[in-house]
């Protein structure tokens, strides 16, 4: 889980970041892509969407949902086409603190 607010400073410091590369983890760190475009649409949307079958559903997105826009290396594509591929798995790093907690 992620706030809309937390996903547009992490879209921001990952185009400032400069490295677009599109990496599998399962494959060890493999490139299997290059993110060419990336954003945070701000409004509610509802779109068609093709899935690995080739049928079409709709789809909603809540405010804040980011998109990517990859160009993916032939092993990629492959992946989407399968259907293997249909998401990404977020990175991030965080700090662990140690806090007291107290009973009411």
Known sequence: FATAEDLQA???A???AGDRTIRDQHRGGTAIGEAVEIMSWPYAVTVPMTTADGSTVEKSFAPGTVFLG???TEAGWSDVVKGT???YSLGGMATRVAVEMTTA
């Open 85 to 87: 591929k249909s998401g």
């Open 70 to 72: 990859v160009v993916w």
């Open 10 to 12: 992490a879209v921001w």
């Open 14 to 16: 990952y185009v400032r």
